[in-house]
C-alpha cells in the first residue's frame, strides 16, 4: 500500500487546518480510492469512520488516519524489527526418533 504523506489543506482565508475529510479526501490522503474505503467501513475494516451532520456524510478525522497508518506500520514486519523473522533465536527440533 503506498501512502503519501500530505499536509492538511488550509483554507484560502482562515489559517484553521482541515481536521475532517470525506470519503473522497480520505481516500485521496491514504492513496486509496474511495471504493475501498467504503467497502473497508462496510467490513468494519480500515481507519475508524462516523457519519457527521445532518445528511450522515460518512467523515474521517486526520488524526485518526495518521494513527491508522502508524498501526499498519507496526503490525508489517518489514517496518517493525521486533515482528521479523530474522530476529528470532532459531528454535531447537525435539528429536522424534527417541521419543518412539
Known amino acids: ?23 473522497r479526501d480520505a ?4 492513496g486509496l480510492s474511495p471504493h475501498t474505503l467504503y467497502v473497508w467501513r ?3 475494516q480500515g481507519p475508524a469512520s462516523f457519519r457527521m451532520g445532518p445528511r450522515g456524510c460518512v467523515m474521517y478525522r486526520l488524526t485518526a488516519l495518521d494513527a ?5 506500520e507496526r503490525a508489517d514486519s518489514r517496518c517493525n524489527g521486533e515482528l521479523s523473522p530474522l530476529n528470532v533465536a532459531p528454535q531447537a527440533r525435539s528429536d522424534y526418533a527417541a521419543s518412539a
Open 1 to 23: 500500500m503506498a501512502v503519501r504523506a500530505a499536509r492538511p489543506e488550509q483554507g484560502p482565508t482562515s489559517g484553521v487546518s482541515k481536521a475532517f475529510l470525506n470519503v
Open 42 to 44: 462496510h467490513r468494519r
Open 68 to 72: 491508522w497508518i502508524r498501526e499498519q
Open 27 to 30: 481516500a485521496e490522503y491514504l
